[in-house]
């Protein structure tokens, strides 16, 4: 299976302040990942496909990166509505596998 | 946009079958892959596996000796049975569309306890 790694684990953020989280993969896995977030007692929401291709409707704050096994999820002021868990999924190979899960909180 | 409801008991002893069906309106069954993840209280996501609508699947290996995927395009539903629970299966259980899960089902927590 393809390990997927998350970091930070958690961190606390501003309103207003740049927010970047790492995903990384055990092996290459080249474009084929996806960002979700989930709020607390909610469904995730899938934001970002194939690494960068943002989903409709989501704001343009959010942007996604990388390629091979490493993989960055940005939101670029971040907003009172985004404090949430951020989870990657890799899938590129099955069993397709989750990233931990990164929990962004208000400082 | 299709809608996706799962449904089953709640509540499953150990070392009994957990069953789960999901029920998709607002379009059809067919053409898509459809998938189980869940997440047990306060965790992360686990991918459990798909199943096509023709009825092939592919399951996540650390599960495959204990599941089974089914579905039903006459009823538009497919569904998820996990034999021989334990208490480490206690889980909100969702059901998706698409193996990268475009939409998602409410999630239904099943609970292992005797």
């Known amino acids: 299976d393809i390990q997927m790694t998350q970091s930070p684990s958690a961190m606390s953020a501003s309103v207003g302040d740049r927010v970047t989280i790492t995903c990384r993969a055990s092996?290459?896995?080249?474009?084929?990942l996806a960002w979700f977030q989930q709020k607390p007692g909610k469904v995730p929401k899938r934001l970002i496909t194939?690494?960068?291709s943002l989903q409709t409707g989501v704001p343009s704050r959010f942007s996604g990166s990388g390629s091979g096994t490493e993989f960055t999820l940005t939101i670029s002021s971040l907003q009172p509505e985004d404090f949430a868990t951020y989870y990657c999924?890799?899938?590129?190979?099955?069993?397709?596998?989750f990233g931990p899960g990164t929990k962004v909180d208000i400082k | 946009q299709v809608q996706l409801q799962e449904s089953g008991p709640g509540l499953v002893k150990p070392s009994e079958t957990l069953s789960l069906t999901c029920t998709v309106s607002?379009?059809?069954?067919?053409?898509?892959?459809w998938i189980w993840i869940r997440q047990p209280p306060g965790k992360g996501l686990e991918w459990i596996g798909y199943?096509?609508?023709?009825?092939?699947?592919n399951y996540n290996p650390s599960l495959k000796s204990r599941v089974t995927m089914s579905v039903d395009t006459s009823k538009n539903q497919f569904s998820l049975k996990l034999r021989s629970v334990t208490a480490a299966d206690t889980a909100v259980y969702y059901c998706?569309?698409?193996?990268?899960?475009?939409?998602w089902g409410q999630g239904t927590l099943v609970t292992v306890s005797s």
């Open positions: 998706a569309r698409g193996t990268v899960a475009d939409d």
């Open positions: 607002g379009g059809s069954i067919s053409s898509y892959y």
């Open positions: 199943i096509y609508y023709s009825g092939s699947t």
């Open positions: 092996q290459g896995i080249s474009n084929y």
């Open positions: 194939a690494a960068s």
């Open positions: 999924l890799q899938h590129n190979s099955y069993p397709f596998t």
